[in-house]
């Protein structure tokens, strides 16, 4: 029995004589590692040389040629992008109400209204989305013959005619499903141009409507069987609606819409607070809309440490002035997006010293 | 073993000049001069001996290596202990990145702990106390080692562990109580055997 005063000298004197033997293998494994490479390494010194600088120079080749199709890929997948978020166009409403300005304005009632399609809706404005109409299945033989109008005071006696761009530039015509008028409206083609909704782009958990407007016999893939379906979107999908067209033909159209994350915030995994300009501060970086913002960055003890409502703000890796050291710390993000959910991010990130 | 090597007695000098020269003699009886002592210096960083192990391995291969780097300052035994540290800190480090989190203490540690003395009972064997060690936090460890076994000073090892000096301190208080509170365990329990 032996008392010591600090309890580091019991364990320098415990281990100044320790002598414990190691298993067998770990000389074995030396002299295997030590002396067989080098020894075919000096007999084949330039051929391994030659080896590496011809493996070293592929290598470089490769990866070259890698990054580049990578890039080239990432272009065209961002180009693909904004082609279809240019697709979010104008509500029907919108459309008709122009048309029917226009036809106020005019008096020969044969004249016909020519439609540009491509607006564009500011994209984060886009809660409610109203998809766009597309005209499908146009029958050709549509002609107008005689259209006369007497009356502006009602708008559902209001035609509006449209030249269809392509094919043959055939005229058809869209008039309210009450039409009933007595006056000399003579309109011999009674089939409606049957419009579905395009294919789209919109915020994650936005509301989306679709149509298929003026079909007969509507079957949306979900079940119902509405000429409008409201659905949340939560992640990209294709809608499949099948219909009967003007000909009595049984068609089914496909309607794919495209879920994007319209609040991107970016993290960082590490930083290094040393005062050289370079990431000094953990920050985080967003773009798109979002209110409610809070971060708290806890130790891995799981002490708060930091915790602020403003995005600007930086941790420095300091608290109450004490420099923390080197180590993993973590992070809890609190937001909410532009549909008013919270969302909630964790994760970890290295303090580098 | 020993009647095979027994020509082969050597120098330090002339074990080194060998193993410049890659003999795989001189090599061989470096490390039966050495093994035993780098491995106490190993277990003792490592969490158990199948780590501690590699850590040699990787250590010898090291220094078979890099011999021609030893300059003569210092011991031949202290500049080969720094080596098999290195490794302990490499395989820790692998470990860092595997579990990704690392032991920290940020804290203002007030030590209230001025008392670190303790007995030593016979039954206490190296085995056990190794056990203790190999037992710690990974970063008690590393400190607890290097400052009071090697004698390294805490600047020293907040230059090799990437923290402040005050934490290093933190830290040996911390692995010092928590050694402290587990030989009392031990003893007490031994005491109660007896009786």
Request: with cysteine; proline share 2%; aromatic share 10%.
């Amino acid at each position: 029995m032996k008392k010591y005063n600090d309890i580091g000298d019991l364990f320098r004197d415990n281990f100044k004589d320790y002598a414990p033997v190691p298993s067998s293998h770990v000389w074995e494994n030396i002299s295997q590692k030590v002396v067989k490479p080098h020894s075919s390494y000096f007999k084949f010194k330039y051929v391994y040389i030659g080896a590496t600088i011809f493996i070293a120079t592929t290598a470089i080749t490769l990866s070259i040629v890698l990054q580049q199709t990578k890039t080239t890929h990432h272009v065209t997948s961002i180009n693909s992008l904004n082609s279809t978020e240019q697709t979010i166009h104008i509500n029907e409403d919108k459309i008709i109400q122009d048309h029917i300005t226009t036809l106020d304005k005019t008096t020969d009632n044969k004249k016909l209204i020519k439609k540009t399609t491509s607006k564009k809706i500011d994209f984060t404005e886009n809660q409610s989305t109203t998809t766009p109409l597309v005209e499908k299945t146009i029958p050709p033989q549509l002609h107008i013959q005689t259209i006369t109008q007497t009356s502006n005071t009602e708008k559902e006696q209001k035609e509006i005619k449209m030249l269809h761009k392509t094919g043959q530039k055939e005229n058809f015509e869209q008039t309210n499903p009450e039409y009933t008028s007595n006056k000399e409206l003579s309109v011999r083609n009674t089939d409606k141009a049957i419009y579905i909704s395009k294919d789209t782009t919109v915020c994650e958990n936005a509301i989306i409507t679709l149509y298929a407007k003026n079909a007969k016999n509507i079957m949306w893939n979900n079940g119902q069987t509405d000429e409008e379906i409201r659905e949340i979107i939560n992640q990209s999908k294709t809608f499949t609606v099948n219909y009967t067209d003007a000909y009595g033909k049984d068609t089914t159209a496909h309607i794919f819409v495209r879920a994007v994350p319209c609040t991107i915030l970016t993290i960082p995994t590490a930083f290094t607070p040393n005062n050289d300009g370079l990431n000094d501060e953990f920050r985080i970086f967003a773009s798109g809309t979002f209110s409610e913002f809070e971060i708290i960055i806890y130790s891995t003890h799981k002490k708060i440490l930091f915790q602020t409502s403003h995005i600007e703000q930086g941790w420095d890796g300091t608290h109450n002035g004490n420099i923390l050291p080197h180590g993993v710390y973590l992070y809890r993000v609190r937001y909410k997006d532009n549909f008013n959910q919270t969302i909630e991010r964790k994760g970890e990130f290295l303090l580098i010293r | 073993m020993q009647n095979d090597n027994k020509e082969m007695y050597a120098s330090e000098e002339e074990i080194i000049a060998g193993c410049i020269k890659k003999d795989i003699k001189y090599m061989e009886l470096l490390y039966k001069q050495y093994a035993s002592k780098l491995f106490n210096c190993a277990l003792r960083y490592t969490k158990n001996k199948e780590d501690a192990e590699d850590v040699l391995q990787d250590a010898f291969i090291q220094i078979f290596e890099h011999m021609k780097q030893y300059n003569g300052k210092g011991t031949f035994q202290g500049w080969m202990t720094t080596i098999v540290i290195n490794q302990a800190f490499m395989l820790y480090r692998k470990n860092i990145k595997q579990s990704k989190y690392q032991l920290v203490d940020f804290e203002d540690y007030k030590d209230t702990m001025k008392d670190t003395s303790v007995v030593q009972h016979d039954f206490l064997s190296h085995q056990l106390l190794l056990e203790m060690i190999q037992n710690l936090p990974d970063g008690y460890r590393m400190v607890f080692n290097m400052h009071e076994i090697e004698g390294f000073s805490y600047d020293e090892i907040a230059k090799v562990l990437h923290c402040t000096p005050t934490t290093c301190r933190t830290q040996l208080f911390r692995a010092k109580k928590l050694l402290q509170e587990k030989i009392n365990q031990l003893n007490d329990k031994q005491h109660k055997h007896i009786h």
